[in-house]
């Protein structure tokens, strides 16, 4: 993990150098830079490696799926949307730039991301085409946006399960699923492996934000970088709030397990996914 970690955080920075206009390109960096556990991108190359492609071939892909991810956190945490003042214990983004600043910086990163896989990919052009489908699915209006337009919809609103599913699918599995089937794809994985990395992306991703829900409740500022307890003073839809803590815990463990079996029934050895799985397990 933490090799892996090291080679896309050398990427990250070798393929976003600093260029004219400066403040646009600081802002990028500021936040692509500032550290975290890089899940997205790990996945992304361990997919393709156990169906037996080239990690070196899903680097630019990898790379520009956390540039997406990265762009989600800067808008969710401006004014308009959660408003949070820090994230990953550093100023977040338009406290330390301007709010004009980190809106144009979220989307720049976007469409960096898709440049950056046509232009850096060693790959045949239909396979870049549907990699390019799976960063657009997960970037876009069916993707984290409708996510996070339906979780400041429900905001004080009565707790529903089924829109507390589309919030979990869309704000954070489809990036999962994004990321899994892009690495898969680029490996030349058949449809069933890809559907396997779809259901894996979907569970894994579902596990995750319940326990991001669980740490809103239990952790603290110095544990998670981040301003804790925000969710349930907002009367954000969440799995505790709807479920509490103790559901919450048990389903986190149902769905790594179910996570276990996908792998499993698809012959799938990953050391990599395996503490995936565990680290979202013993954080609770």
Request: charged letters at 30%; one cysteine or more; a negative charge.
């Amino acid at each position: 993990m933490k090799e892996l970690i090291d080679l896309v955080n050398k990427k990250l920075d070798e393929y976003l150098p600093v260029s004219y206009p400066e403040e646009i390109f600081e802002s990028m960096r500021y936040s692509l830079l500032a550290g975290g556990k890089r899940l997205r991108p790990i996945m992304c190359l361990e997919a393709c490696r156990v169906f037996g492609g080239e990690m070196e071939k899903a680097l630019p892909t990898a790379c520009a799926f956390e540039m997406l991810h990265t762009q989600s956190l800067i808008h969710d945490d401006l004014p308009c949307m959660d408003n949070d003042d820090y994230r990953r214990g550093k100023l977040t983004n338009h406290k330390k730039f301007s709010e004009s600043t980190a809106v144009l910086a979220g989307d720049a990163l976007i469409s960096y991301g898709t440049q950056l896989i046509i232009d850096k990919s060693d790959l045949p052009a239909e396979v870049i085409v549907k990699v390019l489908r799976e960063h657009a699915i997960a970037a876009g209006a069916y993707g984290i946006i409708a996510g996070q337009v339906v979780d400041i919809a429900m905001e004080g609103k009565p707790y529903d399960a089924k829109i507390l599913e589309y919030i979990h699918t869309h704000k954070t599995a489809d990036l999962f699923k994004g990321v899994l089937k892009a690495g898969a794809i680029i490996a030349g994985a058949n449809e069933e492996q890809l559907k396997a990395m779809d259901d894996f992306g979907q569970v894994l991703g579902f596990a995750f934000q319940i326990c991001d829900d669980i740490l809103d409740e239990t952790s603290t500022f110095e544990e998670m970088g981040k301003t804790m307890g925000k969710d349930k003073e907002e009367g954000k839809l969440t799995y505790t709030a709807l479920f509490g803590l103790e559901k919450a815990k048990c389903e986190l463990n149902c769905l790594l397990d179910k996570a276990y079996d996908i792998l499993k029934k698809q012959n799938i050895e990953s050391e990599i996914f395996n503490s995936i799985i565990n680290s979202i397990r013993e954080k609770v």
